[in-house]
């Protein structure tokens, strides 16, 4: 392994990874089956070393210490120099004990955070750029996650409450009990609901967040550090709650009654082919840089130009072709760049 990788990796367990340090530990994956179990290995040793001392808040720079440590006393050798040499030799002996869930497309690992009832043990998916990916949860429940998204939630999810953290979209198909509402937890909202389907798109990178209402039924109110739902709002079948939060000015929050037609569209990512409904390219822009890990810069004369029909699961040159079918655009793809604009001839 070269160092570079090594840097790439050391970022991720320390959660400090950037795009690109994702991207390039996908190639570095895709390269070789046997890496996803390399990659593992470090997240249980990484995991082991994190939650050595409960009594104290641990940095990753300390934790990464505590790592270095325990490959130099397994191997009685200086770390660095194990580090370097012989790793995975004996990361495979720590980790033995330690069950850490990995498959190429997304990263499962533990961590421990402080909140005021004190130190817990949450459980992150990351699902980078270009991928999705399916979670089951302990009480049956399970989440579909777009592309460039998070979940967390607390290892003893299920025995008492069930609550889980998403930043980006998921589709959530929730396992009904009564007794234990499933809360997921936006930086804008509180969506709770007793067994029902629905989806949630909360990217922080953007000043909406929506959440559509498939089956059953769903509450929707303030996060516990934003407050732009004056009381609880009831979501019946087919309903969308948007969330604006534009800077400068106050949140909007809108519930509209979707065309059964229109609904599935909203949440048709979750297939092989989407359905799109009028859709402006710049929206419709940035969910082709989630799904093909690239970044799309379109003109301002485009941006609002509105797209509905079908996006078949193919190449994103295709998909582009596609467009063009009803949109007077030209596009260049450079790399992971790709430009649209005004194609004159069929303006």
């Known amino acids: 392994m070269n160092h570079q990788i090594e840097d790439y990796i050391i970022n991720f367990l320390a959660r400090k990874e950037s795009p690109e340090d994702v991207h390039k530990l996908q190639e570095w994956l895709a390269a070789d089956p046997l890496r996803r179990d390399e990659l593992k290995q470090w997240l249980a040793v990484w995991d082991a070393a994190t939650v050595m001392d409960m009594d104290e808040k641990i940095s990753p720079e300390k934790a990464y210490q505590r790592f270095m440590f325990r490959i130099g006393a397994e191997e009685k050798e200086t770390p660095a120099k194990v580090i370097r040499a012989d790793i995975f030799r004996t990361i495979l002996r720590i980790a033995a004990i330690f069950a850490i869930s990995f498959s190429l497309g997304i990263f499962s690992h533990y961590y421990w955070e402080r909140n005021q009832q004190g130190e817990f043990a949450l459980i992150e998916n990351i699902v980078p750029p270009g991928s999705k990916s399916e979670i089951k949860l302990p009480d049956g429940s399970t989440v579909l996650l777009n592309a460039g998204s998070t979940l967390r939630y607390p290892a003893n999810f299920g025995k008492k409450r069930r609550d889980v953290y998403l930043e980006g979209e998921g589709y959530f198909t929730v396992a009904k009990q009564t007794a ?6 936006t930086a804008w909202a509180k969506i709770k609901d007793l067994g029902t389907e629905f989806n949630v798109k909360s990217y922080p990178d953007e000043n909406v967040m929506e959440t559509i209402l498939i089956s059953g039924e769903l509450s929707v109110e303030n996060s516990d550090s934003f407050s732009a739902i004056e009381r609880p709002i009831l979501l019946k079948p087919g309903q969308k709650l948007t969330l ?5 000015t106050q949140p909007v929050v809108v519930v ?12 048709s990512w979750k297939e ?10 710049q929206d419709l ?6 799904r093909y890990d690239v970044r799309i810069h ?3 004369q485009l941006k609002s130009h509105s ?4 996006i078949p699961d193919v190449s994103l040159e295709q998909v582009l072709n596609i467009i063009r079918l009803s949109a007077p655009i030209l596009y260049h793809i450079d790399g992971k760049d790709v430009y649209i604009s005004v194609d004159p001839e069929n303006e």
């Open 307 to 310: 797209f509905t029909g079908p």
């Open 272 to 281: 092989r082919d989407w359905r799109i409904e009028r859709v402006p390219l």
């Open 285 to 290: 822009a940035v969910r082709l840089e989630r």
């Open 256 to 267: 509209t009654q979707l065309e059964p037609d229109m609904a599935e569209a909203e949440v």
């Open 180 to 185: 234990r509402p499933f809360t997921v937890h």
């Open 298 to 300: 379109v003109d301002d």
């Open 244 to 248: 604006t939060a534009e800077p400068d």
